[in-house]
DNA sequence: CTGAAAGCGCTTACAG
DNA sequence: CTGAAAGCGCTTACAG
């Protein structure tokens, strides 16, 4: 029962040029020890026969299988979809794959979901712990990705300097009460953004924070925050530190008839695809989440190469220089200078109408 | 340079115990041949040694990596969280790893990404195609999943079935004249959602369908939707085809003044993270991701075996008898019935305050 | 500059 | 019921 081959392998293109399988080798990798014109004639041969390397053999042989796991705390996190994107793309440049772990926001399933990968052979990982969470020294390298602030953090957005990104805006816009808005009390994240809000509207600020606690689960949904109260009570700006929780805080407002931004400012964090589309759209501050997959990437390259020359395990959690990247403010018409009348703000229409309306849309056929 | 090795291998076992690799493998994989004691033996001093089975080695020789790759047409979904979890479950569940691919959303991306994927040895990819893409027989069993309406699907949600759960709801709460909110013309699954929110409204209701063309690219932000005209017009129900156009549609209208749900229904599609969370929370509809995803997976192990069986390649599309999963309509306030005081909606006040506030919240340390 | 040989860790006919 | 042997496709010292 031959395996189905689905392209010829080295043996193959030696046979085929009269030379053995270590020639292809050398001559394929690049690694010299090869004439330059023989190397080219097995380039030539190979390409000719749709010849792909079996990674997996490689692997065996190497030691070393080109692959990095990715584990999520909560791959329902909206976040979670530039995350992966971001470290597919700094992985594929080096080479490596990408094989995703869901922890489900589960401790245990955190840890079941890096054994598993453990068990594929990844190279090393990239994590995103969950809250609370630290990672112990497992059997490879590990890049994680938490906050700056973080025992254990290896690269992280600089989610301290966006908050005070956040907090300097408001203060510019003349909010003297701000309410901050977070959903979990124990996330490194949330309060390290909270501190930073805090630090840039500086001292002449009075700020209350809200802990939404369960956003998600039964009974978050359609619960108001209260936050008509907190406009009766003086607070002018509401610097949420997730744009979800900024999306609730925004839509309760409009409901509660309160103009934003003519009356309130309302601001978020991360950029999430929603940010820019709602009305008012969301002011914002984003994370440079291509530079830090860059640089975890990279950091796992340099311990798993560590790895290999120094023979010894050189696993546990990597560091790399600079552990922190700068987020970066995206104003939009979420924010705005406190008090009625006090902005010249484009009132609510004319509505300028950008998109076509076609008068015979066309539509799927149905299966049924 | 011996490999560093993490766990000890079957001849490590079989050493210890002075039998055979072969005995070791045949006991630990259960495929009979070995006493019922010896396999104990040989079971326990696996556990004692934290023997970790190479799976590199067990893809090399049997053929097959224990690996699917999962391709997304836009990483940057909302709604790519939750196929992923959906597709990593269900792979796990049969022992499984998932390979990603982003594409970027674009066509020659899809194709690099499926190479990519190939190369690594995946035993089968499922791929939600970009939409007016056409998945090529590949080297492997592919499970596409896109409409029922669409050749080459193998399953998918029914997007029709759901549109008329929508129609079906805005025509009992007694809207007579409703605007279809979609962002791409050549999106299948959008047109059979429309064509299904038309079914369900029947023939008594006038529909327009408006097409947001780029509601992400430049330009796109804030560009309003010109929907307070069309409740001018004598539109009261607003069916956009996706969460994030409802989202958009939801609060350009509180932005207008106009109340939802009193004076008009907006509804969505997906049961996208914000929709609860909103006000009001969002009437939409859900997939059953867990199912699909269990669905085409099975899919792709009976094409995997079959392929190893037939030893030709059983390679290419999929396909499974139901192709199909029922949607299911979730109700929340963003419906209700059409013109002022229609219905007995709860008027935004008094705010139960379900949070609670701290007085002096915990910060994290900041590091500069 | 090129080749023969060993070996990564498994699984699978085949013999005993 | 158990073992010796071959081999998946590579890479890497080591000889020539």
Not at 228 to 243: L, P, Y
Request: neutral net charge; contains cysteine.
């Amino acid at each position: 029962m031959a395996v189905v081959r689905q392209s010829p392998n080295m043996s193959a293109i030696a046979a085929a040029l009269g030379v053995s399988a270590a020639t292809v080798s050398n001559a394929l990798s690049g690694k010299g020890r090869v004439s330059p014109e023989l190397a080219d004639k097995v380039r030539i041969k190979a390409a000719e026969l749709g010849y792909v390397p079996s990674l997996t053999a490689r692997a065996l042989r190497t030691g070393r299988s080109g692959v990095l796991g990715l584990v999520l705390p909560d791959i329902a996190n909206p976040l979670f979809p530039q995350i992966a994107q971001a470290i597919e793309n700094a992985a594929a440049a080096v080479g490596y794959g990408v094989l995703i772990a869901d922890s489900r926001g589960d401790i245990a399933t955190q840890t079941e979901a890096i054994n598993r990968l453990l068990e594929r052979g990844v190279d090393g990982m990239v994590v995103v712990p969950r809250r609370a969470t630290r990672i112990a020294d497992i059997g490879c390298p590990v890049a994680v990705i938490d906050t700056p602030s973080t025992p254990g953090n290896t690269i992280a957005a600089d989610h301290w300097q966006g908050g005070e990104l956040i907090g300097r805006h408001l203060v510019q816009l003349g909010h003297r009460r701000v309410l901050l808005i977070g959903t979990h009390r124990d996330s490194n994240v949330q309060n390290d953004r909270i501190g930073g809000v805090k630090a840039g509207l500086g001292p002449g600020v009075d700020c209350d924070t809200l802990w939404i606690e369960k956003v998600e689960g039964e009974g978050g949904e359609g619960c108001l925050l209260g936050l008509a109260d907190r406009v009766a009570a003086g607070f002018t700006g509401f610097a949420a530190v997730s744009d979800l929780s900024a999306l609730r805080a925004l839509t309760e407002l409009q409901r509660a008839g309160i103009g934003v931004p003519e009356r309130v400012s309302v601001t978020g964090f991360d950029n999430l695809i929603w940010s820019p589309v709602v009305t008012p759209a969301l002011t914002t501050v984003r994370m440079d989440l291509a530079t830090i997959a860059d640089l975890a990437v990279a950091a796992l390259m340099r311990a798993i190469e560590a790895e290999a020359d120094a023979d010894g395990a050189g696993s546990g959690r990597v560091s790399s220089a600079p552990d922190r990247v700068a987020m970066q403010l995206i104003i939009r018409q979420s924010s705005g200078p406190p008090g009625p009348g006090a902005a010249p703000y484009p009132a609510p229409g004319p509505y300028p109408l950008h998109a076509k309306i076609p008068t015979h849309p066309t539509a799927g056929e149905p299966q049924a």
